[in-house]
């Protein structure tokens, strides 16, 4: 009957049980088009002009519709109800179209669903439509803009900012919210103030707690009392007094539920109920939504459908009494600025089905079902009521002033299924109850005490904390919220520590070098703007070559600028930005960037091989004064140029250096006898603040000798390599699970994971490109992004020129592959002619001979 295409096979599965035998429902496996990751796939100079290319994991899938076409003629293309999936049904169009598997006579149309039910599917095949090219336009303009920026912007990061990784549209305006909150804290003063608190007892003995408003008529503020004689002075004037309460005052009020779920707000509940990732959120999500359970996960809404409100109201009046339903059903209004981006809320397909009814086998999807479904519900309830009472309490003469305050529930409504979560806790003196209290009472004091408190720094962003922020902003959109702030933690721009997100060296450096080099393009409002332009463009309100052009205009001069920069300007430009951060004034008169170490040279930032950053002084080598990276005391794993002593073994000194590949630990020194001392490299998992001399002593024990292989007598290691924990035999290398068992693991095992290795071998077998770049634009060839055993590499014929560490393999442009190649071939050509050096000698040495040989009379022949 017709060919239904879907992205997920789990998703293929669930709708092909509602669709029935009539239809072939087949899955694209997501995007089935990309743009190739290398230098010109967008092309500014003809009008924007996009190059896709049909991914190697995605020919089969589009080869499996293609054949299904032959046998049904018509095309319904279901992909997800958002920008995304409206631009993977027009590339899968557009594909099928370039290979004739539609014909003229093909009809091919679109449905959406919001929910995988089987109401939901059968009701969108009665309303197909044809794709919605605006939704597709503003695709093509968000991936056009992300690609120029990150293929145009990260370059110019590689060569001037030794060790940064990449740049993004969004990304790197999200790095700069985590950097700038960082360097608040960092600036922030703690002020001291104090505040007075009694213990009272009511003529009837019930106990309660009050705080000091008032001292000598007038009202305190904040930091009025500035120190401990201050508050001491106050709590004799407090317990020299006879305290009377004054007034008594009971106010109601209601506390309303929470909108149900969109996106964001999903990703921040799930971080602060269970310390759930965006990424994790939206991936427990997205198998809930394939399983049929809930409806689309990626919206902006906040509406539900009718059918779904009434279904809760019924569920709340069945499992909590009438009382808990409200009169009138609760009517939340959309936040989403584009109408064609907003969808219906994040909820349970069907109301019933309460968590405790399902089995649900995995934890995570689980514990997501039960925030969904609680959320809905609640957000349907009745308000909770409460009263909120103020005592005030003064002393006879007026001098002194105290208030009480608390609330009393009433009525507990949505609060007996759900309350929403806090990022930060805040002591609400309003959450506390009071005894029974009247005007004029007589209060018997228990006790007087003073404490201390100091303003505290804003606190560092949480993933929920950051993406609300985001959402405030109006930076990016709920669908990309989750990717953005892995992508950030994956480039070890950010690392994640008790929940919070804290910058590493390397982050505080892209940022400063991207506020400084290209401000507007990190700017809040400037992004927030591109944003709404873009979602113009979804509404069909601006043409998106348009958009694109205004942004490359200016965008093709600043990168221009920094290109014009060499990497000593960059430095000390970042230098000059972090100046307050980096070299705080410690003394009046006294320049605080001169060398303690030296007295005249004068202390900088300096970049590690590794991308990790330490000030230094400029008169290096002569002074090798280091300091970890940050305001003096602060710490930091940057490690100076000459290393970090962590003990001695014998008379070996052994330390903690930083090389081409990352930290490393060293025995001894290089001399002239000794030109390369043991070292070995620190795994990922270990975190260089917790580097101990054991643990050092521990890696240069490496390679561990397990014993002779039992067929060949040849001996078995295990060791660290830049792939993990490994055995070793001959030539064969076996991953191990746990870096622990290098020194613990036993022959048989290791004689196991050989085996192992040896089963899957294919160690005869040509290796096959990571990516194909095309021919060498001068000298001809075929240019390849190849993976080998110690990394990535670009290969040109017999030319195999290793990737920095820094840069990804998907990264990797013709322009850079030929700069590495043109880098490595000088070195071999000029060994190959070394070699030819004597031979040329014997031939000179022969050419005063006067007579020919007979080979050489027939030279001449054999030349033409």
């Known amino acids: ?224 009392l500035a120190n401990e004689t201050e508050a001491e002075l106050a709590v004799q004037a407090v317990r020299s007094r006879d305290l009377t309460v004054t007034s008594v005052e009971a106010k109601p009020a209601n506390r309303n539920p929470s909108a149900p779920f969109m996106t964001s707000t999903l990703q921040q509940e799930a971080s602060r109920k269970f310390g759930m990732g965006a990424r994790q959120t939206m991936s427990a999500a997205q198998r809930l939504y394939e399983a049929g359970l809930i409806t689309y996960m990626r919206t902006d809404g906040i509406d539900m459908a009718p059918e779904a409100v009434q279904a809760a109201r019924a569920v709340i009046c069945e499992r909590y009494g009438a009382q808990y339903v409200p009169e009138q059903p609760r009517l939340y209004k959309n936040k989403a600025k584009n109408a064609q981006e907003a969808h219906e809320c994040i909820r349970p397909t069907e109301m019933g089905q309460a968590p405790d009814s399902l089995s649900i086998s995995d934890a995570d999807q689980k514990k997501l079902y039960d925030l969904i479904w609680k959320r809905t519900v609640a957000s349907q309830m009745a308000a909770a009521r409460l009263e909120r009472t103020t005592v005030e309490i003064e002393s006879s003469d007026g001098q002194v002033g105290l208030r009480a305050t608390g609330q009393v529930m009433l009525f507990d409504g949505f609060m007996r299924v759900y309350e929403e979560g806090r990022d930060d806790t805040v002591v609400d003196e309003d959450d506390k109850r009071l005894p029974q209290i009247s005007a004029a009472d007589p209060l018997a004091k228990k006790s007087v005490t003073p404490e201390q408190h100091h303003t505290q720094p804003p606190p560092r962003y949480t993933e929920a904390s950051l993406v609300k922020r985001m959402e405030e902003l109006g930076i990016g959109r709920p669908s990309t919220y989750a990717s953005v702030v892995t992508t950030i933690q994956d480039r070890d721009y950010v690392r994640k520590e008790k929940n919070r997100l804290i910058p590493e060296d390397k982050g505080r450096l892209v940022t400063v070098f991207l506020s400084s080099f290209f401000r507007q393009y990190v700017g809040y409002e400037f992004t927030a703007n591109l944003e709404n332009e873009l979602d113009d463009v979804s509404a069909g309100d601006r043409e998106y070559r348009t958009v694109l052009s205004r942004f490359w205009k200016d965008f093709k001069v600043a990168i221009d600028e920094a290109m014009d920069q060499s990497i000593t300007e960059v430095l000390e430009k970042i230098n000059d930005v972090l100046e307050p951060h980096l070299f705080p004034m410690e003394e009046p008169g006294v320049d605080p960037r001169v060398c303690k170490s030296c007295g005249n040279g004068r202390l900088s930032m300096r970049t590690a091989r590794s991308g990790g950053a330490f000030i230094g002084c400029s008169n290096y080598p002569e002074c090798r004064f280091t300091r970890p990276f940050g305001p003096p005391g602060t710490e930091s794993s940057a490690i100076g140029p000459d290393g970090q002593l962590l003990g001695h073994v014998g008379a070996d000194p052994i330390s903690l250096r930083d090389g081409r590949y990352g930290p490393y630990v060293q025995r001894g020194t290089v001399t002239e006898e000794n030109p390369k001392p043991p070292r070995m490299s620190i795994p990922k998992s270990w975190s260089l603040d917790e580097l101990t001399f054991e643990k050092a002593v521990q890696l240069l024990s490496l390679p561990r000798e397990i014993g002779p292989h039992p067929e060949d007598g040849v001996m078995i290691e295990s060791s660290i390599g830049r792939f993990g924990p490994y055995v070793k035999h001959g030539t064969l290398y076996a991953n191990i699970g746990d870096i622990d068992e290098v020194w613990s693991i036993g022959m048989n095992r290791a004689v196991e994971e050989l085996a192992k290795k040896a089963a899957r071998s294919g160690r005869g077998a040509a290796a096959k490109p990571l990516h194909e770049l095309g021919e060498h634009p001068s000298e001809g060839g075929p240019v390849n992004v190849m993976d080998g055993r110690y990394g990535p590499y670009v290969k040109w014929g017999k030319v195999n020129a290793t990737i920095p560490k820094e840069i990804e393999p998907a990264q990797v442009t013709m322009e850079l592959a030929v700069d590495l190649i043109a880098q490595k071939a000088p070195a071999k050509k000029k060994k190959a002619a070394a070699k030819k050096k004597p031979t040329a000698k014997k031939t000179t040495a022969k050419k005063p001979t006067t007579k020919k040989s007979a080979a050489a009379k027939k030279a001449p022949a054999k030349k033409d």
């Open 1 to 224: 009957m017709a060919v239904v295409v879907v992205e997920s096979p789990a998703k293929a599965k669930t709708i092909n049980k509602y669709l029935g035998p009539g239809f072939t429902v087949l899955a694209s496996y997501g995007h089935v088009r990309d743009l190739p990751p290398k230098d010109g796939s967008v092309d500014p100079e003809n009008e924007f002009e996009m190059l896709w290319e049909v991914g190697a994991a995605s020919k089969k899938h589009v080869k499996a519709i293609a054949d299904a076409l032959k046998d049904d003629n018509e095309l319904i293309l279901a992909t997800d109800p958002d920008r995304e999936g409206e631009a993977i049904s027009w590339h899968l169009q557009e594909t099928l179209t370039k290979r004739r598997a539609i014909k003229k006579d093909t009809p091919v149309s679109r449905v959406v669903f919001n929910a995988i039910t089987k109401i939901a599917v059968t009701e969108a095949m009665k309303n197909p439509r044809q794709v919605d090219m605006e939704l597709v336009e503003a695709y093509l303009a968000r991936r056009a803009l992300d690609y120029l920026v990150g293929f145009k912007l990260s370059p110019v990061l590689w060569r001037r900012l030794p060790g940064a990784k990449s740049a993004g549209r969004v990304q790197s305006v999200c790095l700069r919210l985590i950097v700038d909150r960082e360097m608040e804290i960092e600036a922030f003063n703690p002020r001291e103030y104090w505040t007075v608190g009694a213990s009272l007892s009511t003529p009837r003995g019930q106990q309660f707690d009050a705080r000091l408003t008032s001292l000598g008529g007038k009202r305190l503020d904040k930091f009025d």
